[in-house]
Every structure is written in C-alpha cells, then in structure tokens.
C-alpha cells in the first residue's frame, strides 16, 4: 500500500496540472486566421525574402491582413498568386514570370584581363583590388558570388561570365544585390531582346577593352520601331513595356551586344520580317491563355 | 533580511553562476549564443521561467512532497511542475502579451527541458528548506541565477561575435575556439570565489 500515496499525489499533479493546461487553452486561445496556415502552404517555404516580407509566414500574414497583394510572391509565381487569390477570395491581377539576367558578354574570349588575380572567388574582394580583375571595369568578373548567393541553383559562371538558368530562376533578386558591378537585372522572360552590356565608357574604350561592348552608337535607337531603345551613358537599354522582341535592333547592332534568344533559335532564318510575324503570334495565345485562367478561378469562388 | 539576500543575489549572479561555475545550462549556452541579441532574448526566457518555477516548486515541495514524505520524486515532480509552468506561460503570453511572445519566440519552449532550471528548484530545496524565509530566498535566488545565466551568455556571445571576424586557424575553427572561449571566461568566473562577506 506505500506504494499507493506516492502514484495518487504525483498522478494527481498530472491530471489538475492537464486540466488547468486544457482549461488554459481554451481561456487563452488565439484567434489565427485560418487562412494565414493556408497561404503557408501554398507558398514555396524557401524564405528568400523576395517578396519584401521577413519570410514566407510574414508575407502571409501580410496578405490576410491586407497591407500586400497577392502575387508578391516571384518564387511561387503565377501559379501561387492564382492560389493566394483563391484563399482570399479575389482575383490574381496576372503577373509576367520575371528572371535574372547578366547584362555582360565580356567571357574570357572576348575581354582580357589586366592582371592575374589570386584572392577569395569573391566578386566584392576583387572589386575593392583596383575594380577586380577584367580589363572591364564595369562587366562580369566571373567569381561566382551570385552563384554562392542563388538559393535555387539557378546562376553559374561559364567561362568567365555568370549565366542565368531562366528555367530555375525565380526572381528573388538575391543576386542582384550582392553583384558589385550591378550587372545582373530582373527582366520579366517575355521580352527577349536585351543589351548584352553594361559599360558606361565612351565608345573608343569600350572597344579596346571588349569585343562585344555597347559604344553607345545609337544605330538600335534609330531602327527601333517601337522607340523602346534609349541611349544613357554610352550603353544602351530597351524598355521592356515598349519592346515587342522584334529583333531588329539585334541584327542592326554592329558589335553583336544586344542579343535576341528568339534570333539564335531561328539562326537559319536570316530574314527578319519572318520573325515579326513570328513574335506577334505568341502573345495572343498567351493572353488567351490567362483569360481563360482568371475566368476558371471565378467560377471556381 | 535584505542584507542577506543582497547576498544571496551576489552569490547567485557570480560566484555560483550557473553556466560558468556550477557547468549547468551548457547547451542553450553554446547554442544560442552566436549573436548579442538572440542571447538576450534567451536570457530574459529564462529569467522569467526560473523565477516561476521557484516559486512553484517550492510550493508543490512544501505543501505535496513534504506532508506525504515522498521527497524521493522531487525530480520527476519538479520536471512535471517546470512543463506546465512553461506550457502554461506561452499560452498565457501569446494570448496577453504576444509583443513579448513573439520576441521570446522559440526560446521559450526551448527552456522546458533547459537543466540550469531544474538545477535551481532542487539547489533552492538544499539550500534553503531549513532556513527562515525560505520562499522569499528561493524566490531571489532564482531569479539572481537566471540573471547570471544571461549575464554569463550575453558577455559569451560579445566574445564569439568577435571570433567570428577574427583569424582563426583552420583546425579551430567553429566549435574548438568556441569551447576554448568559454573555458577562459568560466576560469575568470572562478575568481569570484575569493569574494568573502
């Protein structure tokens, strides 16, 4: 029987101890919105912090509350912002797939370098050695910082350059902020023509330092038919709401630095109104496409 | 009385200082001290917990253990005791205080199974049961023992804050310099044995 004291007093302790912890729960239980674990899921769960938000909890919680839209998201994309939308019961405005992209061609072929460099593979040391070591000193280095920083395996470097995986990108612009040389944009995957090259030198320099560098003259500008193309500081940019992807500011430019995919696809095409009529095709279906999505989720609340 | 526990405190915070001279707490102390201020958010968790959880043992050894005479499960009754006590406090402050919920966050259901706090309800029975005043001492002398567990982690993650930018060689690196650190620090915390009142 002493056996039996011992087992009631700490048996009893358990059971007033659970009561007290289960009336506790309810007395003190907090109201979450059920949506918030909701979002949880349907977001990636990679915290990148893309979005803006702390990590992928904190954007939720955001959304429920309303202080951000639904399609912040650039990891989850479309497909996530159509499921967010569904959870809160409005309508995703449509979002283009955006992806990182390097803004340099200056590969060991086509630029030297102006002295052997032997640190840390880290694009931020060599920068503070004199601009690093490529005889740019606004290209690529090729050290592979934004490759350490990508979270998705989406950035390498191939022969001196990085080169963007579009496919696995997913736009958290985690490279973007630690490239010293700011040559790496996020531009949305639609618009497939890009200026290759990110020198503010005048055009002479340019040309010595690298075989495909933008000098800056202009001849894109004054072809482009949409005058989406503007020449600053001795390189040129395209603005990617103007430009259609026609290509021919691509097939104009004399040192082969405003690159079109869509023209090194149909490389044996040479003609370009070919790939005019080519480009306008495309976005129609694509259009088509997300009206039938947006209209799908309505009839889905 | 308050000269007492003005030493009672003093002891607590220095010369019996839970991590660095009675070894208790190791692992919340080698784990979470990487930065100043995630140590500090610990350290308050576990101020706040062990100051409780002396009043609450204290009690349930007063007024269970002592009266049916089964002192003998003092541990598991504290341990029983020390997880509600958590438990209940995590609800109650996630529903009365959540700015301080959420910046104890993790830390404060880390504390459950933390020995620095078990080590205080039973150093509290030892010490103190056949004294006078015995609730108030335990009472101060928990909550001194968690101030010296937050000293003793703040003052450590100040020291790997520093190791982190410092240059260490390759086979020290991470875990070796870090114990190393705090073998040092313990050995000063070992001078104040030599403080008489």
């Known amino acids: 029987m002493d056996i039996l004291l011992p087992v009631l007093a700490i048996g009893g302790m358990g059971l007033i101890f659970g009561a007290i912890l289960a009336v506790a729960s309810k ?65 995703a405005e449509k979002s283009v797939k955006q992806a990182a992209r390097v803004l340099c061609q200056g590969s060991l072929e ?27 000193a606004y290209g690529c280095m090729g050290l592979g ?3 350490s920083v990508c979270k998705f395996g989406a950035i390498e470097v191939k022969d001196g350059v990085a080169v963007v995986d579009e496919e696995k990108c997913t736009a958290c612009g985690a490279c973007v902020n630690i490239c010293p040389k700011h040559v790496i944009a996020i531009l949305p995957v639609t618009s497939k023509v890009t200026v290759k090259c990110s020198s503010k030198d005048k055009g002479k320099k340019t040309r010595t330092v690298c075989k495909t560098g933008c000098i800056g003259c202009g001849i894109c500008a004054k072809n482009c038919p949409k005058e989406a193309i503007t020449v600053e500081n001795n390189v ?12 021919i500011c691509a097939a104009k430019c004399p040192q ?13 095409v040479p003609n370009s109104t070919d790939d005019n009529r080519d480009d306008d095709a495309p976005p ?18 | 009385m308050l000269k007492e526990l003005l030493i009672i405190s003093l002891s607590a915070i220095l010369i019996e200082n839970f991590v660095l001279v009675k070894f208790l707490g190791i692992c919340p102390f080698l784990g979470v001290s990487k930065k100043v201020n995630t140590a500090m958010g610990m350290g308050f968790a576990v101020i706040f917990v062990m100051a409780c959880a002396s009043a609450l043992t204290w009690l349930v050894q007063q ?109 020290l690196k991470g875990m070796p310099i870090t114990l190393i650190a705090a073998s040092l620090l313990s050995i000063a915390f070992m001078g104040f044995s030599g403080l008489k009142f």
Request: contains cysteine; aromatic residues 8%; neutral net charge.
């Open chain 2, 63 to 171: 007024y269970i253990l002592v009266p049916f005479n089964i002192e003998y499960l003092q541990t598991i009754a504290f341990i029983l005791v020390i997880a509600v006590l958590v438990q209940f406090v995590e609800m109650f402050l996630q529903k009365n205080i959540p700015v301080l919920y959420k910046s104890l966050g993790i830390y404060l259901p880390l504390i459950t199974t933390n020995c620095a706090v078990l080590g205080v309800a039973i150093l509290n029975i030892t010490k103190f049961s056949a004294v006078s005043g015995s609730f108030i001492k335990s009472l101060v002398y928990g909550t001194m023992a968690g101030v010296g567990f937050t000293l003793a982690i703040v003052l450590f993650a100040g020291v790997r804050e520093r190791l982190e930018s410092s240059d260490i060689p390759k086979f």
């Open chain 1, 145 to 147: 910082s934004c490759t």
């Open chain 1, 284 to 301: 129609k279906i694509q259009v088509a496409k997300k009206a039938n999505k947006i209209s799908g989720s309505l009839s889905n609340n």
């Open chain 1, 27 to 91: 007395i003190f239980a907090v109201d979450i919105d059920e949506r918030v674990p909701q979002i949880v899921e349907v977001l990636p769960g990679a915290n990148c912090g893309g979005c803006g938000f702390a990590g992928c909890n904190a954007y939720a919680d955001a959304v429920v509350k309303g202080e951000a839209a639904v399609n912040c998201c650039p990891v989850g994309g479309e497909i996530a912002a159509e499921k967010i939308a569904y959870i809160m019961g409005v309508t």
């Open chain 1, 110 to 136: 086509n630029t030297d370098t102006r002295y052997e460099y032997d640190g840390p593979m880290d694009c931020l040391t060599a920068d503070r050695l004199g601009g690093g070591p490529k005889s740019c």
């Open chain 1, 236 to 247: 040129a940019s395209i603005n990617s709401e103007l430009c259609v992807s026609c290509g």
């Open chain 1, 256 to 268: 082969k630095c405003i690159i079109s995919t869509r023209v090194i696809k149909k490389a044996a």
